[in-house]
Structures are given as structure tokens and as C-alpha cells.
């Protein structure tokens, strides 16, 4: 029997090679998945009944996902408004939402790990989190597969220490007290193994701190209802396929963070007005209603490593 030959697929401004896939969480058996929605053409978006974890296939192979990365079209428009006579002054006055969010970030991570102790951005793209954390007394380190973005870090940013690496073959030398994995679990090949090697990373007791998708966000069951129901023509297009290939809930983090050795300990979501640094009554009012209920469309976590 002859193996099927990936198929090649455009999507804007990015193209590449596609394979069947199934869910990770739930290998080596996973269950027949459901379907949620059939995009134009072959790509189709899943749900796993065993876990609860919503995923694209078929989708990009490894190296067809890696190369998205490597394409200045990948650049947020808001972000590269920044690049021009870059500064640390520059960015922290301009109130953007790479800073808010970096210094929210900052804020979290000060709740379980001391200044100065080790702290890894995986998949740190252009850095901003690691420029802050070191501004405020962490040793942080990013890792980024990407080399553009890496050298983007290095030479615009000035962040400090980043690493042009995929994470299986990154080997410090010694562990990390917390591991930050902001925006990048929905992007992967492998999940499950990128969670077991930030576990194999971190001190015992260390912490993961991430953020994802969450498919229960009110906006996001709102779009995905319209979808469903022919009502939206965008084509399922807040997916986010093709750089997103998973989508998640609490149930599905949770299996995934306990098959790879850590437990979580709590899970919010910040909305967006709070990410962009409003300070509109409003707007606070509506993070404090939703940010415990994990309503909005992203799902920040806190977990903590178990065992060795």
C-alpha cells in the first residue's frame, strides 16, 4: 500500500503541505472525533469527545507550520508601528498592548517566582516579555524556533538571551522556576511533547504559566453558532487557521497539563480592553465578571510541575 502524498494548500499569504491528524491528548486510542465545522475545501475543524479538544485537520506538516514564521506577513500591522526608531522609552510610553500585556504578565509570574530566579519565554517571539521580566529583575531567557523573529529580538528589541532553537533540541544545562508558553500551544506540532520537555525543564515544584484559545469565550461560541448555522460567511476564519491548529477549554488543558506531569492551579481570562490598557469603569467591571468564568476568548493557567 502506497502512502498518501500530502496535498498542497494556499491560505493568503501563506501555503504549504497537509497530513490527517488526530487528537494528541488522547493518543495512542483517541475516539472518533465530531465534527464542528467543514471549511472550503478539505480542512475541517474537530472536537475530541474524549478530552474536549477542538483541532484543525488535515492540517500544515511541521515543516510547512515552522515556515508560517519565517514570512513577514506574519507580523502583526499593529506590532511593526513599533520597529521604527525602536526604544524601551518608546514602547513603555506608547501604551501597546505588547507592553500592557508583558507587564500583566510580569505581574503573574511575581505570585510564584522570586526576582532573579530563572525564568524561560517559549516561544518568545520578538521578546517583549523577556525585555520586561530582566527590566524587573528576573534572569529571563526566550527560545524561539522562528529566525526572524529570533533575530528580531536580538537586533531591534535588545532582549536579553534569545535562543534560535525548537525546544526538543534546547539543552541549557539547568532548569527554569517558570516557564512562560503565552500564545504558543495553538500553534504547535506536538503539544504533548512541547508540555513534557518545558517539564523536563523546570525545577521541581516550578510553574508553567501559559495562555490559549478558549473555544467557550462567549465571542468565540457566538461566531462559531453563526458559523454553524450558515449565518457567517467568514468560513470559520476566528479558528485562525492555518498558524492555529488547536483550540482549547478548561477540560482539555487540564488533560493535557496532567498527561505531561503538571498540575493546574488556576485558570482566568483577561479580556481584551484590560490587554490593551483600558482603564474605562466599564471595561474593568466586565474583567472582573468574566475573568474568573474563563469567558473571554483566551484562557491564561497557572500549573505546577508534579514529580520528576
Known amino acids: ?108 509570574l511575581r505570585q510564584f517566582v522570586k526576582k532573579t530566579e530563572r525564568v524561560l519565554d517559549v516561544g518568545c517571539a520578538m521578546g517583549f516579555f523577556c525585555l520586561e521580566a530582566s527590566r524587573q529583575g528576573y534572569a529571563a531567557e526566550g527560545l524561539e524556533p522562528s529566525r526572524m523573529l529570533a533575530s528580531m529580538a536580538r537586533d531591534l528589541i535588545k532582549a536579553p538571551v534569545i535562543h534560535n532553537a525548537l525546544i526538543e533540541d534546547f539543552a541549557p544545562g539547568y532548569r527554569y522556576n517558570g516557564i512562560m508558553l503565552w500564545d504558543v500551544l495553538e500553534h504547535v506540532y506536538d503539544p504533548v511533547g512541547l508540555i513534557c520537555r518545558c517539564h523536563a525543564l523546570t525545577e521541581a515544584g516550578g510553574y508553567l504559566f501559559l495562555q490559549v484559545p478558549n473555544f467557550e469565550g462567549l465571542a468565540d461560541r457566538f461566531k462559531t453558532f453563526l458559523c454553524r448555522h450558515h449565518l457567517k460567511k467568514s468560513d470559520f476564519s476566528h479558528f485562525g487557521f492555518p498558524w492555529h491548529v488547536y483550540s482549547f477549554n478548561r477540560v482539555s488543558l487540564t488533560k493535557l497539563l496532567n498527561k505531561a506531569g503538571y498540575e493546574p492551579l488556576r485558570f482566568e481570562s483577561w479580556i481584551n480592553a484590560v490587554k490593551d490598557g483600558s482603564r474605562n469603569p466599564v471595561a474593568r467591571l466586565a474583567d472582573a465578571l468574566m475573568r474568573q468564568r474563563c469567558l473571554s476568548d483566551y484562557i491564561t493557567c497557572v500549573a505546577r510541575k508534579i514529580g520528576e
Not at 508601528?81 to 525602536?86: A, C, G, I, K
Request: with cysteine; charged share 20%; glycine share 4%.
Open 1 to 108: 500500500m502506497t502512502t498518501p502524498q500530502p496535498e498542497k494548500i494556499n491560505c493568503g499569504a501563506f501555503s504549504g503541505e497537509t497530513e490527517q491528524v488526530t487528537c494528541p491528548v488522547c493518543q495512542p486510542a483517541p475516539p472518533l472525533p465530531r465534527l464542528v465545522f467543514q471549511k472550503a475545501g478539505r480542512v475541517a475543524i474537530w472536537q475530541c469527545p474524549g478530552c474536549e479538544l477542538m483541532y484543525a485537520s488535515p492540517r500544515f506538516t511541521e515543516k510547512s507550520l515552522l515556515a508560517i514564521y519565517e514570512n513577514p506577513a506574519f507580523i502583526n500591522e499593529d506590532d511593526s508601528v513599533l520597529f521604527d526608531n525602536w526604544s524601551y522609552d518608546k514602547w513603555r510610553q506608547s501604551g501597546h498592548s505588547s507592553f500592557v500585556t508583558s507587564q500583566l504578565k510580569v505581574d503573574l
